[in-house]
């Protein structure tokens, strides 16, 4: 799936997209992997409440500042998103059952632009067990 962010920060909700993956798959039981292999993006699962949006890329700039002096930085201006994707992680897997993925019921899965805006690709993969 490709993806357009239009910010240098921003968690774009891909829960429907991959709903539709599913269904689409055919897959009634399994797993569904969500990655990218961009190393300034990343894949989490949340809450998508605008507060806590805002909160997470607050924790980031907290603990990962942009405008610190970061050693990549001398290759490529970027450093802080490559340092905020290493804890986000690049990917989740959700349990696929009834043809649906599981998530709780306030659960939704983001896409993470940390380097952006740029144009973005995810990887959906289902595997029926």
């Known amino acids: 799936m490709d993806i ?8 774009i909700d891909i829960t429907d997209r991959v709903r539709a ?6 897959v009634k039981d399994g797993i569904c992997v969500i990655s990218t292999r961009h190393s300034t993006g990343s ?5 998508n409440e605008r507060g806590l949006r805002n909160d997470i ?9 942009e405008n610190k002096s970061y050693a990549h ?3 490529d201006n970027n450093a802080h998103a490559h340092l905020r994707a290493v804890l986000l992680g690049m990917s ?3 349990p696929v059952e009834d043809g649906h993925p599981v998530l709780g019921t306030w659960q939704s899965i983001f896409f993470v632009e940390l380097d952006g ?3 973005r690709t995810v990887n959906i993969k289902i595997v029926e067990s």
């Open 4 to 11: 357009k962010t239009t910010t240098q920060t921003e968690l």
């Open 21 to 26: 993956a599913v269904r689409e798959s055919g």
């Open 43 to 47: 894949i989490i699962i949340n809450e």
């Open 57 to 65: 890329l607050g924790m980031l700039e907290n603990l990962i500042p």
């Open 73 to 75: 930085n001398q290759i």
């Open 92 to 94: 989740e897997t959700v």
């Open 117 to 119: 805006p740029r144009k």
